[in-house]
């Protein structure tokens, strides 16, 4: 029997398939590839959401425009926003920004492409090191007819601890509705400063009542004079009074309260939510003299005899505060002192609760408006 040669009649199994066509591989890639886009863009907005890196910019550099002395022609920092900061103010009220630049970093970005951004402060009068978010409307950093404009500034305090963060800066959609408050009228475009509020945490019933409580940390001077100086420090503000005011929930709200009435000589106006009319820390204990002086009541009280200078003083309260005696105590601070240079303003949110929930929505429609009218600028350029 004969044999053939090797590999030249190999069994049928051994007899490889035809070749696959070009064209059904290819379907296949581009099957793979749409699908990888697909997950793409429904993934892209969730890693955004949870700032999954790299589909964030939380932490990058934020710039609201030259920190420039324009007499001096010194300055540093050539960010977006504010131009024009080296060009003379559009009036005399205008204090341009004075530096020296803080080192901002984006803590959010809204959806009209404005940040809130976050910086660590080491206050220089107080001694006190923390943290304060800050937020510029789009008029100031977009909009060319106010480049050469000082803005109005609020400082919002929080209630709860206050400690380590602010609510105000990400919650409630604050900076959301004031945008929209102002396109629809009600408000000033306000700079907003978002500090803490208390040095360490509340537990065990300790607060810090937004004060220089002797042997504790200076508290009151970290948000009269280091915040705002950080403010002028960054951007374009108003030198007088006009332009400065205080907004608080809770303890934040006594906090700003007293300090419009404590310095009628740098803050004009306050929004006080659910607020305490009265310093009532324990750390006040044997301290009494200086209690009195950081008393709502002892204050505003000094300022009709001194016959000024104006403040104003707006309240929000709910009528099912978790304290049921703080709006009957608002109703009687504002029947006892809502006269002569003490302008008072209240507004009684049915329902409404100890909290920010119910005070961010209400502030729009009254508050924000009532104080918009007695606060100053932005004055346009011609």
């Known amino acids: ?21 070009r064209s059904s591989r290819g379907k296949r890639w581009a099957v793979v590839v749409a699908c990888v886009v697909a997950l793409g863009l429904i993934a ?6 949870y700032e999954i890196p790299p ?12 920190i420039e002395q324009p007499e001096q022609g010194k300055g540093s920092g050539n960010g977006k926003g504010g131009g024009g900061a080296s060009a003379a103010p559009v009036d005399s009220k205008v204090l ?23 910086v660590t402060l080491e206050g220089k009068k107080s001694g006190f090191k923390g943290k304060v978010w800050v937020w510029a409307p789009k008029e100031y950093t977009d909009d060319p007819k106010y480049a050469k404009s000082g803005f109005p500034v609020m400082i919002a305090l929080p209630g709860g601890p206050g400690y380590g963060t602010n609510y105000w800066w990400a919650g409630f959609n ?15 475009p306000f700079l907003l400063a978002m500090p803490v ?23 009151g001077t970290w ?36 300090a419009v009435l404590k310095h009628p000589d740098k803050f004009k106006a306050v929004i006080a939510n659910g607020p305490d009319v009265v310093p009532d ?8 003299k200086e209690k009195a002086e950081n008393n709502p009541e002892v204050l505003a009280k000094r300022l009709i005899d001194t016959k000024g200078p104006d403040v104003y003083l707006s309240f929000q309260v709910g009528t099912r505060e978790s304290n049921k005696h703080t709006l009957p105590d608002v109703r009687k601070f504002i029947e006892t002192y809502g006269k002569g240079p003490v302008h008072t303003n209240l507004k009684v949110i049915e329902g409404g609760r100890h909290d920010g929930a119910t005070y961010a929505p209400n502030l729009g429609d009254g508050p924000l408006q009532w104080i918009s009218e007695q606060i100053e600028g932005p004055t346009p350029s011609s």
């Open 1 to 21: 029997m004969t044999h053939s040669p090797s590999g030249l009649h190999a069994p049928p199994s051994a007899v490889p398939p035809p070749p696959r066509r």
């Open 44 to 49: 892209w907005p969730v890693m955004v959401h």
């Open 55 to 66: 589909f964030t910019d939380k932490g990058d550099p934020v710039s609201y425009g030259k």
């Open 96 to 118: 341009m920004p004075t530096g020296p630049a803080a080192d901002f970093k984006n803590a959010r970005t809204l959806d009209d492409g404005t940040h809130v951004s976050l």
């Open 174 to 188: 604050f900076q959301e509705n004031m945008a929209k408050w102002y396109k629809e009228g009600k408000v000033k």
């Open 197 to 219: 509020l208390n040095p360490g945490p509340d537990d065990k019933g300790i607060y810090w009542d937004g004060s220089d409580i002797p042997g504790q940390p200076k508290m």
């Open 223 to 258: 948000l009269t004079e280091d915040v705002p100086d950080l403010m002028r420090a960054n951007f374009r503000t108003l030198k007088s009074r006009d332009g400065w005011a205080f907004m608080g929930s809770s303890t934040g709200g006594f906090a700003g309260l007293k």
């Open 281 to 288: 820390s324990p750390l006040w204990n044997g301290h009494e």
